[in-house]
């Protein structure tokens, strides 16, 4: 029992860097094995949300859960992109109805309505926000035009800049991006 208790601390200690997820291979490098969750489900200590996926109920939710979970869903090297960076900071008022997910190789897991998943061929700069993987936010303004006003991308930019998400070099790029 005392191996059990110690599983479910580890398992613990990596949800609560992770809004409350675990992965099988993220509690598996961390020493549990990937048997011990199931089993922790069944005795309530863990939620079972997709294959090799899990949340620990008793973490508080936040407001990044969902893009977090999007993240997981959509697997190594996943990050988000266009309106779901936007919607992070909640800059140019969007509120998409999918988290959008970019992955850059080939993925085919189920994923339920709330995820947009799409295939980009290139390797893109990107970085974390909150802990998240995402594209900059000046590329996720860039990528929005043609589907959110001009303007609304203006005022999201200069937000963006006087809330420290964009360099001087980035603000001067997506002004010239917006321009054209």
């Known amino acids: 029992m005392a191996v059990e208790g ?31 969750l199931p089993k922790l489900a069944a005795r309530g200590g863990l939620e079972n949300v997709a294959y090799g996926l899990y949340r620990v109920p008793d973490i508080p939710p936040t407001g990044y859960d969902q893009f977090a979970e999007a993240l997981l869903r959509a697997g190594e090297g996943a990050y988000l992109h266009g309106e779901s960076v936007l919607a992070l900071f909640g800059l140019a008022d969007v509120n998409p109805r999918q988290v959008k997910v970019a992955v850059c190789r080939r993925a085919r897991p189920k994923l339920p309505p709330f995820i947009e998943l799409t295939r980009v061929n290139s390797e893109v700069s990107t970085t974390f926000y909150e802990g998240l993987a995402a594209q900059t ?16 991308l203006r005022d999201a930019a200069k937000r963006a800049r006087s809330e420290g998400l964009l360099t001087t070099t980035e603000w001067q790029r997506v002004r010239t991006g917006l321009r054209s």
Do not use: F, N, Q, W
Not at 11 to 35: C, F, Q, S
Not at 138 to 148: F, M, S, V, W, Y
């Open 6 to 36: 110690s599983y479910r601390e580890i398992v613990r200690e990596i949800a609560l860097d992770h809004y409350g997820y675990v992965t099988t291979k993220a509690a598996a490098d961390a020493g549990v094995p990937a048997v011990e």
């Open 137 to 152: 936010v000046g590329d996720a303004i860039l990528e929005c035009r043609g589907r959110i006003e001009t303007e609304r």
